[in-house]
């Protein structure tokens, strides 16, 4: 399993305290302590107003791809406006970090089958993978019947879908940080336990997951029961993360993602949006 976090500031105005940076430098820290390696997916107008955060990623031994240029969900965008903002995102983090980008995350899981351009042209921006597909129904963004195990577009971009499990009549992504959070434990352990041998598991947690002192506010575009679920239970973040650390692997999803695409691999299933639709 992958330890990731979308880096995101979710601040509605400027008068609120910037929280970013203090909460990367807790993961950060508690990473290095377990010598785990992970990536950050960073969105582009964050890393443009603060490119030390990037650096300090960077510099710490992670990984760093692309959480879109402004976190607005992909059908929000023309296509055309889609590919600039993702060319000039990787453009950026590029520079900063000096490394090359070759992760997208599209913000809320939002490749889904009303943006069936998305796939091709991120590729087209020089991404190697994209972690963007939430593969279950979902009230707010999914792709049901897109396959729970790595696969690959028809541009050749390689697609790690979000891990999700079963719990009774509903398909839940159980490794955001909400869930890590506020589900049991022996239920996330289960769940990692009962994944299918090729899937590849990754978390997404969020720097505020972690922001034990943040006082209580209504988060930007969800109701008041979603940001209570925002709040709560963030002083058991790092030990129930604690409690799956064992099944932490080292590896940034990057070389996850090179291995699979390797000519060594067992070539992965081709799945397209655009077939779909027309069936
Ligand atoms: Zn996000």
């Known amino acids: ?11 509605t105005s400027n008068d609120q305290q910037y ?4 909460n990367v430098d807790r993961v950060l820290a508690w990473l290095h302590d377990r010598g785990v390696v992970g990536t950050a997916f960073v969105v582009g107008t964050l890393a443009e107003s ?10 710490a031994g992670h990984e760093v791809g692309l959480h879109s240029w402004s976190h607005t969900a ?8 889609f590919g600039r903002d993702i060319k000039k995102g990787r453009e950026l ?19 889904t089958a009303r943006t069936p351009w998305a796939p091709d ?3 087209d921006a020089g991404f190697m993978y994209s972690s963007s597909v939430l593969p279950a129904a979902s009230p707010l963004f999914g792709l049901p019947g897109a396959p729970k195990t790595p696969f690959l577009w028809e541009s050749g971009l390689l697609e790690l879908p979000c891990p999700v499990t079963r719990i009774g009549p509903l398909t839940i992504p159980f490794l955001g940080g909400t869930y890590i959070r506020l589900l049991p434990r022996v239920i996330t352990i289960g769940a990692l336990r009962r994944q299918d041998k090729d899937s590849v ?10 922001d034990t002192e943040e006082r209580f506010r209504r988060y930007p575009e969800t109701g008041f029961v979603t940001s209570i679920l925002c709040f709560r239970g963030r002083r058991r973040m790092f030990p129930q993360l ?35 639709n027309a069936a």
């Open 50 to 59: 603060d490119p030390s955060l990037v650096r300090a990623i960077v510099d």
């Open 201 to 210: 598991m990754w978390t997404y947690c969020h720097p505020w997951d972690f």
């Open 121 to 123: 042209l991120i590729a």
């Open 19 to 22: 929280r970013v940076r203090l």
């Open 242 to 276: 604690g409690a799956i650390i064992n099944d932490l692997d080292c590896s940034s999803l990057s070389e996850i993602a090179a291995s699979l695409l390797a000519p060594s691999a067992t070539r992965l299933d081709v799945f397209s949006m655009t077939a779909r």
């Open 1 to 11: 399993m992958s330890f990731t976090i979308d880096v995101e500031d979710i601040r």
């Open 74 to 81: 992909i059908e929000k965008h023309t296509p055309s406006d």
């Open 93 to 111: 983090l590029q520079n900063i970090s000096q490394q090359p980008v070759s992760g997208f995350r599209a913000p809320f899981m939002s490749m």
